[in-house]
Structure formats: structure tokens, C-alpha cells
């Protein structure tokens, strides 16, 4: 059984900033040494915004932005 702090939990959002808030805090709580990857494709309602400033407190938070 893989260890949870070498889990990866991927998340594909559009237009997911009434979700995602919530979403990275309680993966966080829950387990926080969990890596979470948040791939973004080209939200206009500022989902990868709200993730960029979760990365400034979580270094197991990251985020590829794509175009669609």
C-alpha cells in the first residue's frame, strides 16, 4: 500500500471557485502532508488565482495551467 504523503490527488477544475477553497482545506486537514495537483483549464472565474494563493501556505500544492 502506497503511503499517503507520496500520493499525488489530481483535480481538474473549470470554474470551480465556489468549490475549491473548501476543496484544498480539507484534503489539508485531513491528510497534510497529501500532495494535491490542480489542473486548471483557463477558469475566467479565477479558480487558478485562489490556488496560487493556497500554494503561498502549502508547498504540496501545485498547478498547471492549460489553455482548454
Excluded: C, W
Excluded at 489539508?28 to 493556497?54: C, E, M, Q, W, Y
Excluded at 500554494?55 to 492549460?66: A, D, M, T
Aim: glycine share 4%; no cysteine; hydrophobic share 40%.
Amino acid at each position: 500500500m502506497i503511503s499517503l504523503d507520496k500520493a499525488v490527488i489530481i483535480i481538474p477544475t473549470y470554474n470551480e471557485i465556489a468549490n475549491i477553497e473548501k476543496m484544498l482545506e480539507t484534503l489539508h486537514r485531513l491528510h497534510p502532508a497529501l500532495n494535491v495537483l490542480v489542473i486548471d483549464d483557463g477558469s475566467p472565474d479565477g479558480t487558478a488565482n485562489v490556488v496560487k494563493n493556497f500554494q503561498k501556505k502549502k508547498e504540496n500544492l501545485h498547478l498547471i495551467e492549460r489553455t482548454g
